[in-house]
């Protein structure tokens, strides 16, 4: 089946470690990104990338770090320096310039405990 | 910046009952216009979109018309079930190249029997 997988489903952290979620896709999409959702505040954008080896800020990128080393593969690192980062984390995907219908993968939820 | 404006929830409907959730954009230009429905504990999933002005997207009994003229984008069904209760998300992407999305903060709906 084609799609976005993101594991792991729930993750727990403790207060100073860094932590990884990865997001794979198998569409041949040129575009990934990570979204943080948190109650009430609907989506906003983490990091984005539009081809591999290159990504940009989203709008609270502060505290997160990506790479894109491969075209399936966008994974994100919740850095010890992000105050706050207990939230549902989406992964998505798009075709590309001119066509930025996004699909989504099932989140990963995380706890810092 | 582009921005979406969503009525605020929840929404609360008997099932067969008329829905409309309210939706507004601000971009330049011509954007994309999506809606997507979250279900508890899921990623979202793409229910309709339109991609220019007059278009109208639909889905499983969904419908939004793409209206310049008021910047809307406002989804409707006939007669909703139980199983639509989930968030309903509006997003846009703006007309320029490579775009991500901007969403609304979301609309829970809640169908009872």
């Known amino acids: 089946d084609g799609g976005i997988t993101q594991s792991p489903k729930y993750l727990f952290r403790k207060e100073g470690q860094n932590v990884t979620l990865s997001c794979e896709q198998n569409?041949?999409?040129?575009?990934m990104y990570w979204y943080r959702q948190d109650p009430g505040q609907g989506l906003r954008l983490i990091y984005y990338s539009q081809i591999v080896n290159d990504f940009q800020k989203g709008d609270i990128a502060e505290g997160y770090s990506v790479s894109r080393e491969k075209k399936e593969s966008f994974p994100l690192t919740v850095t010890s320096a992000q105050k706050n980062p207990t939230a549902f984390y989406l992964c998505?995907?798009?075709?590309?310039?001119?066509?930025?219908?996004?699909?989504f993968g099932q989140g990963t939820r995380l706890t810092v405990v | 910046g582009d921005s979406v404006t969503q009525m605020e929830g929840p929404v609360t409907l008997s099932e067969e009952a008329f829905l409309t959730i309210n939706c507004t954009y601000t971009?330049?230009?011509?954007?994309?216009l999506f809606w997507y429905v979250q279900y508890p504990g899921e990623g979202l999933q793409l229910l309709l979109k339109?991609?220019?002005?007059?278009d109208k997207g639909s889905n499983k009994g969904f419908e939004a018309t793409y209206r310049k003229e008021t910047t809307s984008f406002h989804l409707e069904k006939g007669s909703v079930q139980v199983s639509d209760s989930a968030v309903y998300f509006c997003?846009?992407?703006?007309?320029?190249?490579?775009?991500?999305?901007?969403f609304g903060k979301g609309t829970m709906l809640l169908v009872s029997p």
């Open positions: 998505a995907s798009s075709p590309g310039q001119g066509n930025s219908e996004a699909f």
């Open positions: 339109a991609t220019k002005a007059d």
């Open positions: 997003a846009l992407s703006s007309s320029s190249g490579y775009s991500t999305l901007t």
């Open positions: 971009a330049t230009g011509y954007p994309s």
């Open positions: 569409l041949n999409h040129d575009a």
